[in-house]
């Protein structure tokens, strides 16, 4: 039994070690042999090997198979935590680290940098950094000096123009923006002929390339920047003539933004050549050098703007009359903005720098605090040029002043959109990304979303606001005036038009509409599936549907009556159970306004029938009482010589359709003799007509010697009886008490 077991024992040793042996060497043969061996023969040999094993060492091998598995999965594990490196909090405790210490290092590198900025001003002295120094300053002096003479004389040559800039007062914003562009590109004009025989004579006089060079360095720096700021500054601001500015800031501020950016950017140019004075001398500085100065440009337009803050919001604010809220609380808003970005951007490219990162550079971070700072600017200059393309108000009244002003509004919120997205677009250029290739396939798929997501948003509200513009416009156009009428008016005088009662529930439509349309698209570019959404807003219009019908009624009714054009806004109209002006229409019901002031609410599916009383012309007849001895024929001639006299007056020429008068008697009571004449106005016009009648009417009758009738008591005596006056009039306030005591017929 030992001896046959001792075989079995070592055959099954061998057998597992020659198993994890062929297991180690799987891949090397598999790589070694895939190109000779088939499939097939591969999955033969594989199926022999495990038949040549008993179920014991088939175990055994299947154990050992998943332990090297796991083993291999750990140490892949561990290779990529390795690989992905430090976490987000390491990273960021790394960059403070590294900004900290190149705090440190450059304050601790002030002594070196002051040593450095002497030694090359020393050197520059010496003439070992741009030569010698007297020929450095002859040859800055010559530049200047030609420049300064080729500006002086295209300045003679269009002296003509400048006295007539200097003395023509403008009377509008068109001639405002037209003197000063004329002044901005004579200025502009000599500017250029400056720097191009500037450069010429630079280049043509000075013979050293070294000394050429810094010498150029200095005009164009320290001179033909500040120059050409302050000539861009006298175009936006006027600090010296207020009657040419085209922003709305009081003399003091102009004139202190004016000093302080031209005084700021000659510190900059300065600044620039002593760095490259630097660089030539060989002082190794520079760094510390550019962060303080970057430091102290930073600080000074801070508090330049600080000091500003509230002329800048005046700017923002421009002379509007009645600015939105929205709009002042961003004039509020902007400065404190400016400075809390400006701080942001320097922080951002001494981080960069810590970093090693030479993506932001100084002159990148300027041109970017030099957009936030002149963006109110370009804000006013926006709100003017659509104060000139909004179309003028073409309706009368307030409701059509509100619409006109709701247009411009629109007009001036999608130019902002517009301002807003170049300069966002700007400042990315800028610093180096582009935008508008991240919305695109070559785009990161986190960035692409979130742009094409912005770009989404951005889309639905440009269309908010165009169907605002369009509605407003169309408000604005077919709003008739709203009218005073007399105090004795019970019912609402013409109507809005159609399309102006229609409008504002299409409004209404197309923007709930625009809201679904863009939340639904833009959660689904963040990845939000909207099929159940739609599937469950599905349902509830089905819930709604079935479980409130009188709702549907309602609306459906309501659409009806549209379609039907059977009322309009302002007109008055009798439901049956209400009457009263049309104040609002929505999509369930009508909100009346009733005679005596009170508000009726009524759901378009109650309305049975409905009279209106307002549309195309209203017939108003009115009756008069005269004496049973009274010339009819003669009442009849004065109506009409009444009814043509009112046509004649200019205040009711338009509004009167048909003439008063006379239809003759139409009835006879116990007093007298009824009368009657009839008049067609335009609806609500009919009651100051009326008035003018009765008036008229009155005076007439008195002059014709025509009295209108009143009730009398007659008291009839026999012959014999005689009364003395107290007992007359005793007798006759009997009878006038008896037959005011009189039961009325009905329907009196």
Known sequence: MTGAWKPHLTSSVFSIVFAVLFLFSIPAIAQDTTSTLPPALQKEAMEKLV???????????????????????????????????????????????????????????????????????????????????????GSIALILAAGFAAEFLINRLTASKRDKIKTQMPESLYETVKLVSTRAG?????????????????????????????????????????????????????????????????????????????????????????????????????????????????????????????????????????????????????????????????????????????????????????LVIFAPFLDTMVRGIVSHIVPPMQGEGPIAEAAHMQTRH????????????????????????????????????????????????????????????????????????????????????????????????????????IIILTGLLALSQLGVNITPLLAGAGVIGLAVGFGAQTLVRDVVAGIFFLLDDAFRMGEFVNTGGAQGTIEKISV?????????????????????NLTNLSRDWVIMKLQFTVPFDTDVEKVRKLFKKIGQEIMEMEEFQEDILAPFKGQGVTGVDDVGILVRG???????????????????????????????????VRVQLPENVKLDDEQKEQLTTAAAAAAAAEPKPAGT
């Open 51 to 137: 038949s040549d094993l008993d179920p014991e060492q088939v175990d055994a091998l299947t154990d050992l198979m998943t332990l090297l598995q796991q083993s291999a999965a750990t140490r892949e594990l561990q290779a990529t935590g390795a690989e992905q490196g430090p976490g987000f909090i390491e990273s960021v405790r790394t960059v403070l680290a590294d900004f900290g210490a190149m705090v440190v290092g450059h304050f601790k590198n002030l002594p070196a940098l002051f040593t450095g900025v002497f030694v090359s001003i020393g050197a520059l002295f010496a003439g070992s950094v741009a030569g010698p120094i007297h020929i450095l300053i």
């Open 186 to 370: 004579l200025d502009l004009g000599g500017l250029i002929v400056f720097a191009i025989v500037a450069y010429v004579v630079g280049v043509v006089a000075v013979i050293d390339p070294t000394t050429q060079t810094y010498a150029l360095m200095a005009v164009y720096w320290i001179v033909f920047i500040p120059m050409l700021v302050a000539a861009l500054l006298r175009f936006a601001l006027a600090p010296h003539r207020r009657e040419l500015r085209l922003v709305t800031a009081d003399d003091a501020t102009a004139k202190s933004l004016y000093r302080s950016f031209t005084t700021l950017f000659a510190v900059v140019g300065m600044a620039f050549f002593l760095r490259n004075v630097m660089v030539g001398a060989g002082q190794s500085a520079e760094g510390t050098f550019r962060f303080f100065v970057g430091f102290g440009i930073n600080f000074w337009i801070i508090a330049v703007i600080w000091r500003a803050r509230h002329g800048l919001t005046s700017i923002i604010l421009g002379d509007d009359e009645e600015p939105t809220s929205g709009l002042e609380r961003m004039a509020q808003f902007w400065p404190y903005f400016s400075m809390i970005f400006i701080a942001f951007n320097w922080l951002l490219v001494q981080v960069a720098a810590s970093m090693g990162m030479e993506a932001l550079a100084a002159g990148q971070s300027l041109a970017v605090i030099t």
């Open 410 to 513: 629109s007009y001036v919120r999608i130019a902002r959109v517009a301002l807003l997205a170049f300069l966002i677009l700007m400042v990315g250029r800028i610093y180096g990304l582009n935008l508008l290739a991240l919305g695109a396939n070559d785009g990161s798929a986190v960035a692409r979303n979130s742009v094409v997501f912005l770009l989404i948003l951005a889309a639905g509200y440009l269309a908010w606001e165009i169907t605002n513009l369009w509605v407003s416009h169309q408000l604005a156009k077919d709003s008739p005036p709203t009218e005073s009428q007399d105090d004795d008016a019970e019912m609402g005088g013409a109507g809005k038009s159609r399309l102006a009662t229609i409008l504002p529930l299409i409004r209404v439509v197309l923007q709930v509409t």
């Open 588 to 608: 369930r019901s009508l909100q009346l306004r009733g005679t005596k002031g009170a508000v009726h609410i009524v759901p378009y599916g109650e309305i049975s």
């Open 678 to 712: 009839k008049f067609t106005t335009k609806p609500g016009k009919q009651f100051g007509v009326r008035k003018e009648i009765y008036k008229r009417v009155q005076k007439a009758f008195e002059e014709n010697g025509i009295q209108f009738a009143r009730k009398e």
